[in-house]
């Protein structure tokens, strides 16, 4: 069973930054897709990032060129570095995972697998 925990929400004011993990245990993070969603209150579920198990990355047209997604192997953790960051951007960030398929890569949340219980991110000033 493979769980994961988002951290590294908070308050930011416009333009600042932050970073978010996302912690995997119960799989080794080499061989899973893991992407990072978003839902504002009152709005759909939103794709932000995938980072696939090979390595390649790929973002929302939202995020590209503000956001990064990333990985450790060795400790098992996902990151997602989140610069010049705006009001919009606020909304609960979940991680998710998936095993095996394209999901991830293309952002449809109903075929991930596994998901965290988010982590909120407020841009405000």
């Known amino acids: 069973q493979v769980q994961l925990l988002e951290s590294g929400g908070g308050l930011v004011q416009p333009g600042g930054s932050l970073r978010l993990s996302c912690a995997v245990s119960?799989?080794?993070?080499?061989?899973?897709?893991i992407g990072w969603f978003r839902q504002a209150p009152g709005k759909e579920r939103e794709w932000v990032s995938c980072i696939i198990s090979r390595g390649s990355m790929v973002y929302g047209d939202s995020v590209k060129g503000r956001f990064t997604i990333s990985r450790d192997n060795g400790k098992n953790t996902v990151y997602l570095q989140m610069n010049s960051l705006k009001t919009e951007d606020t909304a609960v960030y979940y991680c998710?995972?998936?095993?095996?398929?394209?999901?991830?890569?293309?952002?449809?949340?109903?075929?991930?697998?596994?998901w965290g219980k988010g982590t909120l991110v407020t841009v405000s000033s």
């Open positions: 119960g799989f080794r993070l080499d061989v899973l897709s």
């Open positions: 998710a995972a998936e095993a095996r398929g394209s999901s991830c890569v293309f952002g449809r949340a109903d075929g991930m697998d596994y």
